[in-house]
Nanobody, 129 residues
Framework: QVQLVESGGGLVQPGGSLRLSCAASGFTLDYYAIGWFRQAPGKEREGVSCISSSRFSTRYADSVKGRFTISVDNAKNTVYLQMNSLKPEDTAIYYC??????????????????????WGQGTQVTVSS
């Protein structure tokens, strides 16, 4: 059974860093596009970053470009989101999601929640002094 489990969230001061992990079980991530999303209270779920199944293509929301990095460790079947220079507006629940469709291969795909079939339960990130 497909399962995605996020971890690594927590409370961090502005300017700090966190690395989120999303461990997959029941399937291999090798042939899946992967996305990271976040949802703040009262707001819609927002695409943060994605990586294509070939791993050749990545995308980032404008709000996180230059601060966040998505990566995949195939041996551990885990995807990461390194978040640096965190800001209070980054506070949200962060989710990973996967799909076998060829997503994140152009500027038009990969950062929309409806594109993804499988989701983790989320991990809370709070940026506050």
């Amino acid at each position: 059974q497909v399962q995605l489990v996020e971890s690594g969230g927590g409370l961090v001061q502005p300017g700090g860093s966190l690395r989120l992990s999303c461990a997959a079980s029941g399937f291999t991530l090798d042939y899946y596009a992967i996305g990271w999303f976040r949802q703040a209270p009262g707001k819609e779920r927002e695409g943060v970053s994605c990586i294509s199944s070939s791993r050749f293509s990545t995308r980032y929301a404008d709000s996180v470009k230059g601060r966040f990095t998505i990566s995949v460790d195939n041996a551990k079947n885990t995807v990461y989101l390194q978040m640096n220079s965190l800001k209070p507006e980054d506070t949200a629940i962060y989710y990973c999601a996967t799909d076998r469709f060829p997503l994140c291969i152009s500027e038009h795909t990969g950062l929309h929640a409806l594109e993804y079939d499988d989701w983790g339960q989320g991990t809370q990130v709070t940026v506050s002094s």
